[in-house]
């Protein structure tokens, strides 16, 4: 008896079926056939009909990207794995490799990361395909760049556009020069700012409503509009009203970080690691009133190590993880807390230098 044929799927068929997969196993199917290659890897359509709708069933992978130190290479840990110690780590290099030296991670948005290296060159690039371009260079305005200050990465839906933020001073002049300018995606072009002195630590802004958001050392948040047509302004908002508690003094050694969930987080770790965190939400954009303490974490099974800064922290669904120095020697270590839980997992990264998060996608960078 002759063998039944199955009837081929129709295009559109097979396309919905894999927009329901993950990216790591898409990216192991375009080895199955040139024809799943080109849908996967070269169909632009098809990369923004599986981020949309990854977006909206709140599926995306989100992994924390992270330089080495001395190093032009990186690596990446998966942050939804429930505990940091049962991690997967995957080591990569951006293609083009920048220059010799350090990898400077700017930040990410829908799966795109930004960096630059020591000579003012800057690279947009997917971890997940592996894709990158080379951005324009950074105009030469004869300041003697040192180190980088603040930094950050947006985008702007009406106009599909990508901006990156940069600033930078030098140990050159007196008062010291600065320096601070803004790249389009559209425009292919770097903007330099007028930029006065602000008092910001370094850190990767923190993205909500088309805008970068940092701390100013009087926790003061300093926001910048990435949609800002002229007169590139600094505005501030003000932080929760009950940051602390009625007749509790400010402790200097608590630290207080920025995160984005859906809105935009203000996080408060205590001066104790035993004691935990709180988070507060801002529930309507530049609401002052409108901060609302989101929930407290105190640690059931704290990390013995004696925690000396922390440098960055990712709010998300069912957990927080953020970055810690430890010990004398300043050595990098992750913290993740299950919410459900208050356990507390906890990781040391051995050469962990900057990090950013970013969440997994097939997007196509443009030429």
Same mark, same amino acid.
Not at 144 to 169: I, N, Q, S, W
Not at 313 to 341: C, P, Q, Y
């Given at each position: 008896m002759e063998e039944a044929k199955l009837p081929e799927l129709r295009e559109?068929?097979?396309?919905?079926?894999?927009?329901?997969?993950?990216v790591k196993s898409l990216i192991r199917f375009t080895c199955v056939s040139k024809h799943f290659h080109s849908i996967i890897l070269s169909d632009a359509k098809f990369a923004n009909f599986h981020f949309q709708a990854a977006r909206d069933r709140k599926t995306l992978t989100r992994r924390l990207l992270y330089s080495i130190e001395g190093s032009p290479r990186? &690596?990446?840990?998966?942050?939804?794995?429930?505990?940091?110690?049962?991690?997967? !780590?995957?080591?990569?290099?951006? $293609?083009? &490799?920048?220059?010799?030296? $350090?990898? !400077?991670?700017?930040?990410? #948005? *829908?799966?795109?990361?930004?960096?630059g290296s020591d000579e003012q060159v800057f690279y947009m690039w997917n971890p997940s395909t592996g894709f990158s371009k080379k951005l324009v260079k950074l105009p030469d305005t004869g300041v003697k760049h040192d180190r980088e200050m603040f930094c950050g990465v947006g985008y702007?839906?009406?106009?599909?556009?990508?901006?990156?933020?940069?600033t930078y001073f030098g140990y050159y002049g007196d008062p010291y020069d600065y320096e601070a300018a803004? !790249?389009?995606?559209?425009?292919n072009a770097w903007e330099i700012l007028e930029f *006065?002195?602000?008092?910001?630590?370094?850190? $990767?802004?923190?993205?909500w409503? &088309?805008?970068?958001?940092?701390?100013?050392?009087?926790l003061d948040i300093v926001a910048f509009d990435l949609a800002q047509r002229k007169d590139h302004?600094?505005?501030?908002?003000?932080?929760?009203?009950?940051?602390?508690?009625? *007749?509790?003094?400010?402790?200097?050694n608590d630290i207080i970080q920025l995160s984005a969930r859906e809105c935009l987080l203000l996080v408060r770790f205590l001066n104790k690691a035993s004691r935990g965190i709180h988070v507060w939400v801002m529930r309507e954009y530049d609401m002052p009133d409108s901060w609302t303490k989101l929930f407290n974490l105190k640690f059931s099974d704290p990390p013995k190590e004696r925690w000396r800064y922390i440098r960055g922290v990712w709010v998300m669904e069912t957990s927080t993880v953020f970055k810690i120095l430890v010990g004398d020697r300043n050595e990098r270590a992750l913290v993740k807390i299950l919410h459900k839980d208050d356990k507390c997992s906890f990781c040391m990264v051995e050469?962990? #230098?900057e990090s950013v998060s970013y969440q997994e996608s097939l997007l196509p960078i443009d030429d």
């Amino acid at each position: 008896m002759e063998e039944a044929k199955l009837p081929e799927l129709r295009e559109e068929v097979i396309e919905l079926i894999l927009c329901w997969l993950p990216v790591k196993s898409l990216i192991r199917f375009t080895c199955v056939s040139k024809h799943f290659h080109s849908i996967i890897l070269s169909d632009a359509k098809f990369a923004n009909f599986h981020f949309q709708a990854a977006r909206d069933r709140k599926t995306l992978t989100r992994r924390l990207l992270y330089s080495i130190e001395g190093s032009p290479r990186v &690596e990446s840990i998966d942050l939804e794995t429930p505990y940091l110690g049962d991690c997967s !780590f995957a080591a990569g290099k951006p $293609e083009p &490799e920048p220059a010799a030296g $350090e990898v !400077f991670l700017l930040g990410s #948005c *829908n799966g795109f990361v930004f960096l630059g290296s020591d000579e003012q060159v800057f690279y947009m690039w997917n971890p997940s395909t592996g894709f990158s371009k080379k951005l324009v260079k950074l105009p030469d305005t004869g300041v003697k760049h040192d180190r980088e200050m603040f930094c950050g990465v947006g985008y702007l839906p009406a106009t599909d556009d990508y901006r990156v933020f940069v600033t930078y001073f030098g140990y050159y002049g007196d008062p010291y020069d600065y320096e601070a300018a803004i !790249f389009s995606s559209t425009a292919n072009a770097w903007e330099i700012l007028e930029f *006065n002195d602000l008092d910001i630590s370094p850190a $990767e802004g923190t993205l909500w409503k &088309e805008t970068l958001h940092w701390l100013d050392y009087r926790l003061d948040i300093v926001a910048f509009d990435l949609a800002q047509r002229k007169d590139h302004k600094f505005k501030k908002m003000l932080p929760p009203k009950g940051l602390y508690e009625k *007749n509790e003094r400010r402790d200097y050694n608590d630290i207080i970080q920025l995160s984005a969930r859906e809105c935009l987080l203000l996080v408060r770790f205590l001066n104790k690691a035993s004691r935990g965190i709180h988070v507060w939400v801002m529930r309507e954009y530049d609401m002052p009133d409108s901060w609302t303490k989101l929930f407290n974490l105190k640690f059931s099974d704290p990390p013995k190590e004696r925690w000396r800064y922390i440098r960055g922290v990712w709010v998300m669904e069912t957990s927080t993880v953020f970055k810690i120095l430890v010990g004398d020697r300043n050595e990098r270590a992750l913290v993740k807390i299950l919410h459900k839980d208050d356990k507390c997992s906890f990781c040391m990264v051995e050469g962990m #230098c900057e990090s950013v998060s970013y969440q997994e996608s097939l997007l196509p960078i443009d030429d």
